[in-house]
Structure formats: structure tokens, C-alpha cells
């Protein structure tokens, strides 16, 4: 593995606070929370990095880093409803000093809000809680939008546009449910996509909404597609994340879940150094900003100067956060 000391001691450090602080947290409902702090000041810089199998993860991941320049605070890594977690995945990060995110796929909602799931539930709740250590969790994320099998347009009963609705209760649902296991060192991630798709009244992003008592972040998913599709533009970050943010920093700190740019329809690099200081500036309650590393479409690693834009952006003191209480 290439490390990078001096950075990889600091990314060890402020998450071992991250964990620390948390223990102090009140959380939803009266339960003691143990999950992920919210920075006080700065945030959270990860990555989802494509691969196919959890040793191809991790050398891809540890690739990543190097490449960047830099211990990373979050590893994304997505899971099918019934597939068991934490893996070894979860381990290795845990061992590293970096916070594991479970984006974590849904069947049907009916299923969910039947019961006929919560055994499925249960198990993963117990197995979270045994792990101990804070993690996110990002169940059913994109929701608003039409090509999920969770998503509200999917999961509308014939004639009616109760698929927000289903999704409320199915998230509730799973939440209670670890929630009575005792796996309180969850940290919630609701996620919609950053437009809704169809984009009418009832597939709304706020219709979806939880409650606060269920949710501990909002993420979204924030992907400039350039001219890649025939309805897309070019659009610079602070423009994608406009919406989610305006509609719910005021309530919870916000996470940048998924987020990368085309390289056509304009200038990835320049894309990328334009985020920091759209943070810095505009958006104060970002407080993780997730990269999806996927090539050949979304990476950073498609010209020199995209990657030494990332490469500036991972160095800055911004995401070496200081760490404050939980919910803070």
C-alpha cells in the first residue's frame, strides 16, 4: 500500500474524534446515540471506487488514495437487501480510521411495510450493533427518482401516487427496528437524487421525508452530466446542490453522497475546483462530500489536470474537520 503519513495520522486522528465525540450525542427519540459527529468546522472527504469483489475494493480503494494524495474519512460501498454486512470491507476501514457508508438496495416497499422483512432487518440491525464502531447507512437512496426498485414511481398502488407515502413507512420501519436492537451507532443517510425524475407534485423530494426523529443527515446525489444526455447541461456543482441544501440545512447537515463530473460538455477540472469554494462560501452545512469513482465516465483519474484538481481540492485543511459534538 502507498501511504501518505503525515495525512494518514490526521485522517486516523479525526475520525477517532468523530467516534469519540459521538458517544456524547443525544439522538432521536430518547435513544442514546453512538454514530458518526457531525465536524464542526470543515467535512468529511470520501469515495465510492468501482470493483467487483471486496479484495478488488480494497486494493482499488488503497489505489485511490494514492492517486489523490490522501487518507480518505468515508468509504462507499454498495449492498443488496439481503447481502450480509459489515464485510470485511467494514472491517478493514474500522482498522484504518475511515467511516463506512452502506448504500443499501430495497425490494419492493410492500414488502417492507408487510412485516414479512423484519427477520431480514433484524439480522443486519444485530450484526451492526455487534460491529460497534459509527457507520452511515444509506437505505433506498434516489427514491424520487423512476429506475429503482424503492422508488415512489415504482411502488404507486394502480390509480394512486401513494409511493412516497409507502417509502416513509418502510423507512421508519427499518429504523425502529435497529433502533429496538440497540444498533444506535447508525448515522441515517436520507439521499434523494438532486431533481426529481418524473418531476411532478407528488414525486416532490419532500415527500419522502422521514420526519426528523428518522433522519441524522440528508445526502443527495449531485452528478453534472454535461451534454451527455439529450435533456442535460453543463452545471457547476454549487448549482446541483442548490435545492436539497436550501430545503434542509437549516434542519440537518448535509452530505454530498454521490457527486462526480462528465469530462463532455466542458471542463472537469475546472469543475472540480470550483467545488471548495463553493463550500466555503455557499454551502457551510456540507458536511461530507462523496466522490464516485467510476470510470470511464466519472473519475478522476481521466486527465492529469482533473486529477491535480482533485488532488488540490483533498489537500486543503477543509477536509481535515474539526469534530464536534453529534447533531452539531
Excluded at 64 to 81: C, H, K, P, T
Amino acid at each position: 500500500m502507498n501511504e501518505h503519513p503525515r495525512l494518514s495520522i490526521v485522517a486516523l486522528a479525526f475520525v477517532a474524534l468523530a467516534y469519540a465525540a459521538a458517544a456524547a450525542g443525544g439522538g432521536a427519540r430518547g435513544v442514546d446515540r453512538t454514530a458518526v459527529a457531525v465536524p464542526a468546522r470543515g467535512a468529511y472527504l470520501g469515495a465510492y471506487v468501482r470493483s467487483t469483489h471486496w479484495t478488488q475494493t480494497a486494493q482499488r480503494f488503497s489505489a485511490f488514495e494514492a492517486a489523490v494524495g490522501r487518507r480518505l474519512a468515508i468509504d462507499n460501498q454498495f449492498y443488496s437487501w439481503s447481502e450480509g454486512f459489515p464485510t470485511p470491507l467494514q472491517r478493514l476501514d474500522r482498522e484504518q480510521g475511515r467511516i463506512s457508508m452502506i448504500t443499501w438496495k430495497s425490494p419492493p416497499l410492500d414488502e417492507i411495510n408487510s412485516g414479512s422483512q423484519d427477520a431480514v432487518i433484524t439480522s443486519h440491525a444485530d450484526a451492526i450493533r455487534d460491529f460497534g464502531a459509527p457507520v452511515f447507512i444509506r437505505w433506498g437512496w434516489e427514491m424520487n427518482g423512476d429506475w429503482s426498485a424503492w422508488s415512489g414511481t415504482d411502488n404507486n398502488s394502480y390509480g394512486r401516487q401513494d409511493g412516497p407515502a409507502k417509502y416513509v413507512r418502510a423507512w421508519r420501519r427499518i429504523h425502529d427496528i435497529f433502533d429496538r436492537e440497540g444498533a444506535t451507532n447508525v448515522s441515517w443517510v436520507w439521499a434523494p437524487n438532486a431533481e426529481s425524475i418524473p418531476d411532478v407534485y407528488w414525486n416532490r423530494i419532500s415527500a419522502y421525508y422521514p420526519g426528523d426523529a428518522y433522519v441524522d443527515w440528508v445526502g443527495l446525489s449531485a452528478y453534472n452530466f454535461g451534454t451527455t444526455r439529450a435533456w442535460s447541461h453543463w452545471s457547476p456543482f454549487a448549482e446541483i446542490v442548490r435545492a436539497v441544501y436550501d430545503g434542509y440545512a437549516a434542519r440537518k447537515p448535509i452530505m454530498v453522497a454521490e457527486t462526480a463530473s462528465t469530462t463532455i460538455g466542458g471542463n472537469q477540472a475546472r469543475w472540480i475546483r470550483q467545488v471548495l469554494p463553493a463550500l466555503r462560501s455557499r454551502y457551510p452545512r456540507i458536511k461530507a462530500v462523496v466522490w464516485f469513482e467510476h470510470p470511464p465516465e466519472w473519475s478522476v483519474r481521466s486527465s492529469a489536470g482533473s486529477l491535480a484538481a482533485f488532488r488540490s481540492l483533498a489537500a486543503t485543511q477543509f477536509f481535515d474537520p474539526m469534530v464536534g459534538p453529534a447533531g452539531s
